[in-house]
């Protein structure tokens, strides 16, 4: 089963309105990462956060972490209409060894109107 | 810029079938993934490596394959396709672990734009 779980799985937004996702996960974790989907194609990384920071930017994104919680929060201010995309977290657990393993949630699509 | 090429981005077979996906990353990336990815599931990881030559089964390998003959080479098989492997296919590489990448032994992974294979 999947480690990570978004909420909510869809937002719809206007163009200018922050937009905020959240991730729970369920075991310890080494660092947690934040992906983005346009429709049909790859992934792309936005993100990174490590288990031992809290919060963390990187232009209009903002990522917050509660390793007590166990959840993070990704936060687009201003959005705009090509901020349109899945969005996904994923979480590398501690102890899965070196082989650089993810394990990805279900993802939130956002929608943003223009 | 990381590039990750996957041989085609749509692709339709019959049941039967054998199926070659391949995918080329040009970073010099040690670790290769194959991922599905469904509506309602998520992507699921199939098959990864670590190293030429070395492989290992993720979360959902049954009725799949994959070979690394080269480091920036890495091919999903399937044997004989079946409906139920019709999906879109991504595959990604990342640096390796215990190597110094930016965040350390666990790096992001880099995504090629995938492939939607339709079985009939």
């Known amino acids: 089963s999947q480690q990570g779980e978004e909420d909510p799985q869809a937002l719809s937004i206007q163009e200018g309105e922050n937009a905020t996702m959240n991730c729970s996960y369920k075991t310890s974790i080494n660092n947690l990462q934040w992906y983005r989907q346009n429709s049909g194609r790859g992934l792309v990384h936005l993100i990174l956060i490590r288990s031992n920071e809290r919060e963390k930017h990187s232009g209009r994104l903002r990522v917050t972490l509660d390793t007590s919680k166990k959840s993070s929060s990704l936060l687009i201010t201003a959005s705009r209409a090509a901020d349109t995309a899945s969005y996904f977290c994923?979480?590398?657990?501690?102890?899965?060894?070196?082989?650089?393993?993810?394990?990805f949630g279900q993802g939130t699509t956002l929608q943003v109107k223009p | 810029d990381v590039k990750v090429t996957q041989s085609s981005r749509y692709l339709v077979k019959r049941t039967g079938e054998k199926v070659f996906l391949e995918c080329v990353q040009d970073m010099d990336h040690e670790n290769m993934f194959w991922y599905r990815q469904d509506p309602g599931l998520g992507l699921r990881l199939i098959y990864f490596?670590?190293?030429?030559?070395?492989?290992e089964k993720g979360d959902i390998p049954e009725g799949y394959s994959v070979s690394r003959e080269k480091k920036e080479r890495f091919s999903l098989i399937l044997e004989s396709a079946s409906t139920n492997q019709t999906s879109m296919y991504l595959c990604a590489s990342s640096l390796g672990a215990g190597l110094a990448g930016r965040y350390g032994p666990y790096n992001e992974q880099f995504f090629g734009p995938g492939t939607r294979l339709t079985v009939l």
């Open positions: 994923a979480t590398y657990s501690k102890g899965s060894g070196n082989t650089g393993k993810l394990i």
């Open positions: 490596s670590y190293d030429v030559k070395m492989k």
